[in-house]
């Protein structure tokens, strides 16, 4: 039988939190809109009140995870440190944990590449404004000197999001460390700090 009605918000979660759980176990291609209104006990026209299609789900879900991040990237921008500390740490935060992670390997598959890349895309499209914000904080603090700091962070991000990403560069995670050396090379260049300043910071936080 159908469950007694939710509100629109708590019933819109619960089908991400399905979706979410049957894409990981089953794989997104493997799981049919029939299997989550199994799953959850509801009527088709129920989800399809709150999403007209899988691929609205899934796409759902990518926003919703880059919403996390940019939400633990808003924090650390709002808070009192140093704009370069604060540009390392959000790069740092712009990673997903658990289940969001076994949500990000799964789009590592040939067929959801579309998805994969959308991923990249909505986290690029989220943090460039916050990112943008403590290039113009390290401006005015003297560390950074450029004058394009949201074109600037739209190509670290870009740069970031494409080269570390394993589940594009396949089989060459060997490569992550020389990858990173080289974007944080090319971050200093492109701020226009002292060449060392990120590096350095980031090696006294290990």
Do not use: W
Request: charged share 25%.
């Amino acid at each position: 039988m159908p469950r007694t009605a939710k509100p629109a918000p708590q019933r819109r979660a619960e089908i991400l939190d399905t979706a979410q759980r049957l894409f990981i176990t089953r794989g997104y291609q493997s799981t049919s809109v029939e299997d989550i209104l199994t799953q959850i006990g509801i009527a088709k026209g129920t989800l399809y009140y709150h999403f007209s299609s899988k691929e609205e789900i899934l796409r759902a879900l990518i926003a919703r995870i880059a919403d996390g991040i940019a939400e633990r990237a808003g924090a650390i921008a709002a808070g009192p440190e140093p704009a370069v500390r604060k540009f390392l740490a959000i790069m740092s935060a712009a990673r997903v944990d658990e289940p969001e992670l076994a949500l990000a390997e799964e789009l590592h598959a040939p067929n959801n590449a579309e998805f994969h890349v959308l991923t990249i895309v909505e986290t690029v499209r989220r943090l460039t404004p916050i990112l943008t914000g403590v290039v113009e904080q390290g401006v005015a603090e003297g560390v950074f000197s450029t004058e394009h700091p949201r074109e600037t962070i739209e190509i670290l991000l870009t740069s970031a999001g494409m080269l570390l990403d394993e589940g594009i560069f396949t089989g060459e995670g060997q490569e992550i460390p020389r990858r990173t050396a080289g974007l944080v090379h090319a971050a200093e260049t492109l701020l226009g700090c002292e060449p060392g300043a990120l590096s350095s910071v980031l090696g006294n936080a290990r």
